[in-house]
């Protein structure tokens, strides 16, 4: 089992919204160093709906290229 951080995000991309956990590894403290790593090119959430669909998807990958934006929900 990964160790961590879990947060839930908002991100989106140029073709959909997605609404999902994020998990921030012990080295890391924050979202933004998620994204800032330079040898990671996607970031992986889980629990996620997209574009605000009741349906959840177990797993999804965005290329960290497509993010327009990403919001850490409170």
Do not use: C, Q, W
Not at 13 to 35: C, F, H, Q, W
Not at 39 to 51: A, G, Q, S, Y
């Amino acid at each position: 089992m990964a160790t961590g951080k879990k947060v839930r995000v908002k991100v989106r991309t140029v073709n959909a919204s997605y609404e999902g956990n994020l998990l921030i590894p012990p080295m890391r403290k924050r979202v933004s160093d998620v994204l800032n790593e330079e040898e990671r090119t996607f970031i992986n959430l889980t629990d996620v709906h997209v574009n605000g669909s009741a349906d959840k998807i177990p797993f999804i990958s965005i290329n960290k290229d497509m993010i327009e934006s990403i919001i850490e929900e409170i």
